[in-house]
């Protein structure tokens, strides 16, 4: 897109360009941008809350004249204040809000034409794979599935046609961690996009663009919206050239994320780091529980000082987050510890405030081959728990219950 075409959208659409850099929020540390979002308050009337604002069409002034604002497919008021608030809480330039995290990923996927490759996280969420393979696998993309959190593993994978390397990091559910910054500089070489789902962590604990991603995927149903109550995705970019691309994209495509759920997760975000520094203080209590109990075999949490990736996890994080795997050491034992469990809740998502366990191998990974599963190590062994708000005393006791 040359830049007088590129001018002239940023001057009809509202936060076509991306956040501004000159915010006064921007000066403040996370924990005060969560709470005061990307605007602070709404300059008009003064409303700490953000408006929302339903009308899907916007008049103009006159015929050369532009508010901003034409049709809510691509852009209404209260989503671009979220849109402003998680680019803004991820380092990055400019982002957008989807109706669901596959909603996200699909529109990522509009970047590439057939015959490109990409090289993938073998250890990730179930309907990624699904995405992929079973949809995107027909429009002749390429997926190779790799070790990411082996350096080696994904050179080894590298071709011509390689445009992207797509990362979870911490991975799910086997909690791998990859480094973000060797992967950036091994992709900048090679021509490549480094795409990191931040979703496990949340900008709280993790900001990808500060080590070299050029773009960032979430889940926002999951910590972002924090209830269990919103589905949502995000898409953040970290270069100006992807702006026109998305924007396409998004006003093509449409799947965007209504303006009620817009408004629902920026009174979310506010808690953001109240919820996962006490999610992550749960977390340990529990991890310090599963490692000491007889029936377990192993457990996986990226804070555990036993964890393979701690020291990379503690250059590109400030924090461990609320997700823990285990394995049984019979996996027997699984079906009555979900039948036994009387306060954590068997369900299959994650980033709530209850407390949930997940069987992934018949849940959130039944998608994916067993031979992938079996490579990666998601068997008939393997629960994954990802912890809430709740008094920790009472999920150690539940846990012990059902354990015993």
Same mark, same amino acid.
């Given at each position: 897109?040359?830049?007088?075409?590129?001018?002239?959208?940023?001057?009809?659409?509202?936060?076509?360009?991306?956040?501004?850099?000159?915010?006064?929020?921007?000066?403040?540390?996370?924990?005060?941008?969560?709470?005061?979002?990307?605007?602070?308050?709404?300059?008009?009337?003064?409303?700490?809350?953000?408006?929302?604002?339903?009308?899907?069409?916007?008049?103009?002034?006159?015929?050369?004249?532009?508010?901003?604002?034409?049709?809510?497919?691509?852009?209404?008021?209260?989503?671009?204040?979220?849109?402003?608030?998680?680019?803004?809480?991820?380092?990055?330039?400019?982002?957008?809000?989807?109706?669901?995290?596959?909603?996200?990923?699909?529109?990522?996927?509009?970047?590439?034409?057939?015959?490109?490759?990409?090289?993938?996280?073998?250890?990730?969420?179930?309907?990624?794979?699904?995405?992929?393979?079973?949809?995107?696998?027909?429009?002749?993309?390429?997926?190779?599935?790799?070790?990411?959190?082996?350096?080696?593993?994904?050179?080894?994978?590298?071709?011509?046609?390689?445009?992207?390397?797509?990362?979870?990091?911490?991975?799910?559910?086997?909690?791998?961690?990859?480094?973000?910054?060797?992967?950036?500089?091994?992709?900048?070489?090679?021509?490549?996009?480094? *795409?990191? &789902?931040? /979703? $496990?962590?949340? =900008?709280? %604990?993790?900001?990808?663009?500060?080590? +070299?991603?050029?773009?960032?995927?979430?889940?926002?149903?999951?910590?972002?919206?924090?209830?269990?109550?919103?589905?949502?995705?995000?898409?953040? *970019?970290? &270069?100006? /050239? $992807?702006?026109? =691309?998305? %924007?396409?994209?998004?006003?093509?495509? +449409?799947?965007?994320?209504?303006?009620?759920?817009?408004?629902?997760?920026?009174?979310?975000?506010?808690?953001?780091?109240?919820?996962?520094?006490?999610?992550?203080?749960?977390? $340990?209590?529990?991890?310090? %529980?599963?490692?000491?109990?007889?029936?377990?075999?192993?457990?996986?949490?990226?804070?555990?000082?036993?964890?393979?990736?701690?020291?990379?996890?503690?250059?590109?994080?400030?924090?461990?987050?609320?997700?823990?795997?285990?394995?049984?050491?019979?996996?027997?034992?699984?079906?009555?510890?979900?039948?036994?469990?009387?306060?954590?809740?068997?369900?299959?998502?994650?980033?709530?405030?209850?407390?949930?366990?997940?069987?992934?191998?018949?849940?959130?990974?039944?998608?994916?081959?067993?031979?992938?599963?079996?490579?990666?190590?998601?068997?008939?062994?393997?629960?994954?728990?990802?912890?809430?708000?709740?008094?920790?005393?009472?999920?150690?006791?539940?846990?012990?219950?059902?354990?015993?």
């Amino acid at each position: 897109m040359d830049e007088s075409n590129f001018e002239k959208l940023a001057s009809m659409v509202k936060g076509f360009t991306g956040i501004e850099k000159d915010r006064v929020s921007l000066g403040y540390r996370p924990g005060t941008q969560l709470v005061r979002g990307y605007s602070g308050i709404e300059r008009e009337t003064g409303a700490i809350s953000a408006p929302i604002y339903l009308s899907v069409p916007y008049v103009h002034p006159s015929f050369d004249e532009s508010t901003g604002f034409g049709y809510a497919r691509y852009g209404t008021p209260t989503r671009l204040e979220l849109e402003n608030t998680i680019a803004m809480l991820e380092h990055g330039l400019k982002a957008w809000a989807f109706s669901s995290g596959m909603a996200a990923i699909s529109i990522l996927l509009k970047l590439f034409v057939p015959g490109d490759h990409i090289i993938v996280s073998n250890d990730l969420y179930g309907g990624t794979y699904r995405l992929f393979t079973t949809i995107y696998g027909r429009y002749g993309l390429v997926f190779t599935y790799a070790d990411t959190s082996n350096l080696e593993d994904v050179k080894k994978e590298l071709r011509r046609e390689t445009k992207a390397v797509f990362i979870e990091t911490p991975s799910n559910p086997m909690m791998n961690v990859t480094d973000i910054k060797a992967v950036a500089e091994l992709c900048k070489n090679n021509n490549a996009l480094t *795409i990191v &789902d931040n /979703t $496990l962590l949340s =900008p709280y %604990f993790q900001r990808p663009i500060d080590f +070299g991603a050029d773009i960032v995927i979430h889940s926002g149903t999951k910590y972002l919206g924090g209830h269990n109550d919103i589905m949502s995705g995000f898409i953040v *970019i970290a &270069d100006k /050239t $992807l702006i026109e =691309p998305f %924007f396409t994209f998004t006003m093509s495509e +449409g799947g965007v994320l209504p303006p009620f759920d817009c408004w629902l997760t920026l009174r979310s975000l506010k808690t953001l780091g109240l919820r996962m520094e006490k999610q992550q203080e749960n977390a $340990l209590g529990m991890v310090d %529980f599963l490692k000491n109990h007889k029936k377990v075999e192993k457990v996986f949490y990226v804070g555990d000082r036993d964890h393979p990736g701690l020291e990379i996890s503690r250059r590109q994080t400030s924090g461990s987050g609320g997700m823990i795997s285990f394995y049984l050491k019979d996996k027997e034992d699984a079906r009555g510890i979900i039948n036994k469990l009387k306060l954590i809740l068997f369900a299959e998502s994650l980033g709530g405030t209850e407390t949930l366990l997940t069987y992934p191998v018949v849940q959130t990974h039944g998608a994916i081959p067993e031979e992938l599963r079996s490579i990666v190590g998601v068997n008939e062994k393997l629960l994954r728990i990802s912890a809430g708000v709740e008094d920790p005393a009472d999920l150690i006791e539940d846990l012990d219950q059902a354990f015993t």
